[in-house]
C-alpha cells in the first residue's frame, strides 16, 4: 500500500527543536504506526521526497529510515524504497526535554540521558537560551502531551513567575534538573545540585591548598544565570577559616593579584582569565591560584591541569532517567567533587 500523502501529513519537522532531524523523523514515523495511520506494507515516501518536502538533507532521512530499520520496524527493497516491516512496536515514554542553554555540560547530560533510556523513548528536546519569554512560549505552545516533562530552570533575567508555568504541567510526569525552586510545589521528581553546600563543601576539602595564597575571589557576573546560593556557600567558608575574599563582577576588568586564588564560573570567564595569567607570565599553583566549575577533558591538561569543582553530569542524565524507567517521582541530590590539580 502508498500513500504517500497522508504519510507526508504526519512528519512534523520543528526548527526550534534541538532534536536531530533524523530521530524527529524516525519518532514522526512511530507516532503514525501508533496511531493507526502507518500501517504493516505501507511504503513509505521516498527518500527524495521527504528531503524535497521538508528541505532536509538526503543523508538525515536515509539516517532516519536506517534507524528504524535496525530497529527491525523498516524493511527495504533495493528499487521500491522503505516499507513498514513491523507494528508491534511502541514508545510508551514521550519525553519533553528543555535545558536553559547548549554546552559540554549539557550535553553529557543529554548523552547519559539517552543512553540510560536505551531507546524507549521518544526525545522532543528544545532550548530556551536562559531566555523566560522563549522558556514560557516552548511550554505553552508544545504541539504534544507528552508522559514527561523534564526541565533545568535557569534565568539571566525574569522568571520570577516560572513556577507558575511550571504548575501547569502533570506534575507526576515532571522532574527538574540543576536547579530545584523553592516554589514549585507538587509531587514532582528532582535531580538537583544543593549549590550553597556544593561549594562549601569542596573549599573546605581543597583548604590546605588554599591555605598557602592571601585571599579568594569568586567570579560571578553581575548577569550570570547562576544561583545566589554560590555566593552564600563562597562566603561562608571564607569568613568561617578566616579568608580575605572578594566577589569580581568582571574578570575583563580585573587586574589579576597575586598570591591570591580566582574562582571562575563561566567558561568564557575562564579563557579570559588564563590569558591574563599568561600575559603576565604567572605560573598557576605558584604565582595564582585557579579553581573553575565544571570538569571537562579539556581541563586535565590545559597548563598541566586546571583544578575543578563540579556536579556529575552523566550521573544527572542517568538518574534522572532512572526515575522515569522506575516510575518514581524521587528528589535525588547529584554529587559534586573537587578534583585537584597544579592550577591550586
Do not use: W
Request: charged share 25%.
Amino acid at each position: 500500500m502508498y500513500h504517500a500523502q497522508e504519510i507526508l501529513q504526519i512528519i512534523q519537522i520543528d526548527e526550534f527543536s534541538v532534536t536531530p532531524k533524523y530521530l524527529q523523523l524516525s519518532n514522526a514515523i512511530i507516532r503514525g504506526i501508533e496511531r493507526g495511520i502507518i500501517r504493516k506494507g505501507d511504503l513509505l515516501p521516498s527518500i527524495n521526497e521527504i528531503s524535497f518536502e521538508y528541505d532536509i538533507s538526503r543523508v538525515t532521512v536515509e539516517r532516519g529510515y536506517n534507524y528504524l530499520k535496525n530497529k527491525g520496524i523498516l524493511g527495504s527493497v533495493p528499487g521500491k524504497g522503505y516499507f513498514v516491516k513491523n507494528t508491534d512496536y511502541a514508545q510508551n515514554l514521550k519525553i519533553f526535554l528543555l535545558f536553559n542553554k547548549l554546552s559540554t555540560h549539557k550535553k553529557i547530560i543529554y548523552d547519559a540521558f539517552v543512553e540510560t533510556l536505551d531507546g524507549q523513548a521518544s526525545i522532543d528536546f528544545y532550548i530556551y537560551n536562559n531566555d523566560f519569554r522563549l522558556f514560557k512560549k516552548l511550554i505553552e505552545e508544545r504541539r504534544e502531551e507528552y508522559t514527561h516533562y523534564i526541565i533545568i530552570p535557569h534565568f539571566i533575567e525574569g522568571g520570577d513567575n516560572a513556577h507558575e508555568i511550571i504548575h501547569s504541567l502533570p506534575q507526576d510526569g515532571l522532574i527538574l534538573l540543576g536547579k530545584k525552586p523553592a516554589q514549585v510545589k507538587g509531587d514532582f521528581g528532582a535531580v538537583y545540585e544543593n549549590f550553597e553546600q556544593d561549594i562549601y563543601k569542596t573549599l573546605l576539602e581543597a583548604r590546605l591548598a588554599l591555605s598557602k595564597y592571601q585571599a579568594l575571589n569568586i567570579i560571578f557576573p553581575e548577569n550570570s544565570y547562576h544561583p545566589q546560593e554560590i555566593i552564600r556557600g563562597f562566603t561562608r567558608f571564607c569568613r568561617e577559616l578566616d579568608f580575605n575574599f572578594r566577589i569580581v563582577p568582571s574578570i575583563a576588568e580585573e587586574e589579576l593579584r597575586k598570591n591570591e586564588v580566582y574562582i571562575n564560573l563561566m567558561e568564557d570567564d575562564l579563557v579570559i582569565l588564563l590569558e591574563k595569567v599568561i600575559a603576565r607570565n604567572f605560573t598557576l599553583g605558584q604565582h595564582i591560584g585557579v579553581i573553575s566549575y565544571n570538569e571537562t577533558p579539556l581541563k586535565r591538561i590545559l597548563l598541566n591541569g586546571i583544578t575543578t569543582i563540579s556536579t556529575d553530569f552523566r550521573q544527572m542524565g542517568r538518574s534522572c532517567a532512572e526515575l522515569i524507567l522506575n516510575k518514581q517521582r524521587l528528589h535525588i541530590e547529584n554529587p559534586f567533587y573537587l578534583t585537584l590539580r597544579a592550577s591550586l
